[in-house]
């Protein structure tokens, strides 16, 4: 995709159409000027010469591209006719047949970045409706590469799992880090020295998977190897049902994205 497009966020003043603005911005996908985001009550100051408005049609009227971030118990009451522009949906649970219907297009996409996407760093699953054309599917990876890293889908199942699994993001590690966190102060150590020693470790295997392109299970695998303190530590954190635990955790979060397609 070479030329910038005229993309509307409607809730481009919320945390994640925020930053999705941003990645899109910094990456050259949009310029300010050919960017729309509504508000609900008060402006934000940010993204200079860009188009506020707290009248959604009017954001749909402006633009090529229409961004639903909105959370899905608010999207009933959204009122937008998208005169079949291509709509990209970043809720969860929503059918793409759904969002079609209802704002008047068959050129629909459903995605589910997380939160990293404000560092650029996000993980995006997509999947398209089928009267999307090439040059939609281009934009859509043109903006969800700008945060990231994205994949099309090959089923809305597909993006459901993975609402739990990716769209989760940094909350699963962050889970972890807090565990491992409280467990090195009551042993002790200040807050401050547990705080960097744990968020080193996260960041730091993060990049090491990510630049060696690395299986987990292989990684895990070195470690056992060695039957060290890492050893020790993966054996009783399996007895004590780590893996059920996260099996369940993905598995509550799955459903939890299947019924709320469905209220």
């Known amino acids: 995709m070479s030329a910038s497009i005229?993309?509307?966020i409607v809730g481009g003043a919320g945390w994640l159409g925020g930053a999705i603005a941003g990645a899109a911005l910094e990456a050259g996908v949009v310029q300010?000027?050919?960017?729309?985001?509504?508000y609900r009550s008060t402006r934000p100051d940010r993204f200079a010469g860009a188009f506020w408005t707290d009248d959604n049609q009017s954001l749909a009227d402006h633009s090529d591209v229409i961004l639903l971030s909105v959370r899905p118990q608010d999207w009933p009451e959204l009122a937008i006719d998208a005169k079949d522009k291509?709509?990209?949906?970043?809720?969860?649970g929503i059918r793409l047949a759904e969002i079609g219907q209802k704002h008047g297009t068959r050129r629909v996409v459903r995605t589910l970045p997380n939160a990293a996407a404000e560092v650029a760093k996000s993980y995006t699953p997509w999947i398209a409706s089928s009267d999307t054309t090439k040059e939609d599917r281009a934009v859509v990876r043109a903006i969800f590469s700008a945060c990231g890293l994205q994949d099309e889908v090959g089923s809305e199942r597909d993006?459901?799992?993975l609402t739990g699994l990716t769209g989760s993001g940094p909350a699963f590690p962050a889970l972890l880090a807090d565990a491992m966190m409280r467990h090195a102060i009551a042993f002790g150590l200040?807050?401050?020295?547990a705080q960097r020693a744990v968020n080193t470790v996260l960041t730091g295997t993060g990049r090491m998977l990510?630049?060696?392109d690395a299986s987990p299970a292989d990684t895990v695998?070195?470690?056992?190897g060695y039957r060290g303190t890492t050893a020790a530590a993966i054996e009783m954190m399996r007895e004590a049902g780590f893996d059920e635990a996260v099996a369940k955790g993905l598995t509550a979060a799955?459903?939890?994205s299947i019924a709320m397609g469905e209220a």
Request: proline fraction near 3%; glycine fraction near 2%.
């Open 6 to 8: 005229r993309l509307g």
């Open 221 to 224: 695998e070195a470690f056992l």
């Open 32 to 38: 300010a000027q050919d960017l729309a985001l509504s």
């Open 254 to 256: 799955f459903e939890k």
């Open 86 to 92: 291509l709509v990209i949906s970043v809720m969860a």
């Open 190 to 193: 200040k807050p401050e020295v």
């Open 159 to 161: 993006i459901d799992y």
């Open 210 to 212: 990510e630049v060696k």
